[in-house]
């Protein structure tokens, strides 16, 4: 049974859905872009099953999570949020997942010396320093991210004043289609339209975008955590991808294992795109479990 919580956290108050018995090991959840809170709502039930308490927060700028006042939707603001709620629920042996953006926080969480989370498990995205090339993988490296620069359209895209907000619904459900190909979105769509039902979220969730190659003004903290976002990861991670997936080609996740602490997997799903807990949620859910219980 789903739930729901408020966490004020200062600089914003986030919304959440919950499943599992507050007190338990935090398993906190965080979703990515074009998506909501409900992209978990296949691990949420089973991870409380497991004997979690699982948050999954509505990022800053998804309703009905606020927009922050300052305007920051940094990567570092998110970690920030992540580090908040932990701290907020105060849960032992918290652990993170994350997809899309809200991998691309856990990974940064994975670089964070004195992290509150035990394991960290990001879909979809890689630490971005581990995909450095080397001298042993430097020419098929450079192969995967011209192909990739293709894929990447979207986040110039997403630059542009005004016209990403007026094409939202339109840009996002092409961008579900084409990332998760046979994928029936259809209801995860009509939640991200609950959760961007004004102007002022729509800039809210292109944001993220913009902040990504813009200097914007954050607060010292969130500069400081924004950095995570380019350091080495220093603590082991579990990261899954799909075989089909339309937006980060898997070429680019060939070979990343070495690249990571020692203790991290990295494992494709077959048959899954971007999404691929809601299109596998069986093998995925599967996999974190087990590495959230190891040991």
Same mark, same amino acid.
């Given at each position: 049974?789903? *739930?729901?919580?408020?966490?004020?956290?200062?600089?914003?108050?986030?919304?959440?859905?919950?499943?599992?018995?507050?007190?338990?090991? /935090?398993?906190?959840?965080?979703?990515?872009?074009?998506?909501?809170?409900? &992209?978990?709502?296949?691990?949420?039930?089973?991870?409380?099953?497991?004997?979690?308490?699982?948050?999954?927060?509505?990022?800053?700028?998804?309703?009905?999570?606020?927009?922050?006042?300052?305007?920051?939707?940094? &990567?570092?603001?998110?970690?920030?949020?992540?580090?908040?709620?932990?701290?907020?629920?105060?849960?032992?042996?918290?652990?993170?997942?994350?997809?899309?953006?809200?991998?691309?926080?856990?990974?940064?969480?994975?670089?964070?010396?004195?992290?509150?989370?035990?394991?960290?498990?990001?879909?979809?995205?890689?630490?971005?320093?581990?995909? &450095?090339?080397?001298?042993? *993988?430097?020419?098929?490296?450079?192969?995967?991210?011209?192909?990739?620069?293709? *894929?990447?359209?979207?986040?110039?895209?997403?630059?542009?004043?005004?016209?990403?907000?007026?094409?939202?619904?339109?840009? &996002?459900?092409? /961008?579900?289609?084409?990332?998760?190909?046979?994928?029936?979105?259809?209801?995860?769509?009509?939640?991200?339209?609950?959760?961007?039902?004004?102007?002022?979220?729509?800039?809210?969730?292109?944001?993220?975008?913009?902040?990504?190659?813009?200097?914007?003004?954050?607060?010292?903290?969130?500069?400081?955590?924004?950095?995570?976002?380019?350091?080495?990861?220093?603590?082991?991670?579990?990261?899954?991808?799909?075989?089909?997936?339309?937006?980060?080609?898997?070429?680019?996740?060939?070979?990343?294992?070495?690249?990571?602490?020692?203790?991290?997997?990295?494992?494709?799903?077959?048959?899954?795109?971007?999404?691929?807990?809601?299109?596998?949620?069986?093998?995925? *859910?599967?996999?974190?479990?087990?590495?959230?219980?190891?040991?």
């Amino acid at each position: 049974m789903v *739930n729901r919580d408020t966490f004020d956290l200062g600089e914003v108050t986030l919304h959440a859905l919950t499943w599992g018995t507050p007190g338990a090991p /935090l398993a906190l959840c965080l979703h990515g872009y074009p998506d909501t809170a409900w &992209t978990w709502r296949h691990l949420g039930p089973e991870l409380a099953g497991r004997g979690f308490h699982v948050v999954a927060p509505f990022s800053r700028g998804y309703a009905p999570s606020g927009i922050p006042a300052d305007g920051d939707l940094s &990567t570092g603001a998110r970690v920030a949020d992540a580090l908040g709620l932990a701290a907020r629920i105060g849960a032992p042996e918290a652990v993170v997942i994350g997809h899309d953006w809200g991998g691309f926080t856990a990974t940064a969480l994975a670089a964070l010396d004195g992290t509150p989370f035990r394991a960290v498990v990001s879909l979809a995205v890689p630490p971005i320093a581990s995909m &450095t090339p080397g001298r042993d *993988n430097l020419v098929p490296h450079l192969a995967q991210t011209v192909a990739q620069a293709l *894929n990447s359209w979207y986040i110039l895209a997403n630059q542009l004043p005004a016209l990403p907000e007026r094409a939202f619904a339109r840009l &996002t459900e092409f /961008l579900w289609r084409t990332w998760s190909p046979g994928y029936d979105a259809s209801a995860d769509l009509a939640h991200l339209a609950d959760a961007t039902p004004t102007r002022a979220h729509r800039t809210a969730a292109t944001d993220y975008y913009r902040f990504l190659l813009r200097r914007r003004a954050r607060s010292p903290r969130n500069r400081e955590l924004d950095r995570l976002l380019l350091a080495e990861p220093r603590h082991p991670l579990l990261l899954l991808h799909g075989s089909t997936d339309g937006c980060l080609r898997p070429g680019l996740f060939r070979g990343l294992e070495r690249r990571l602490p020692a203790g991290s997997r990295v494992v494709e799903v077959e048959g899954a795109g971007h999404f691929l807990h809601l299109e596998q949620p069986a093998p995925v *859910n599967r996999l974190i479990i087990e590495h959230l219980t190891a040991g």
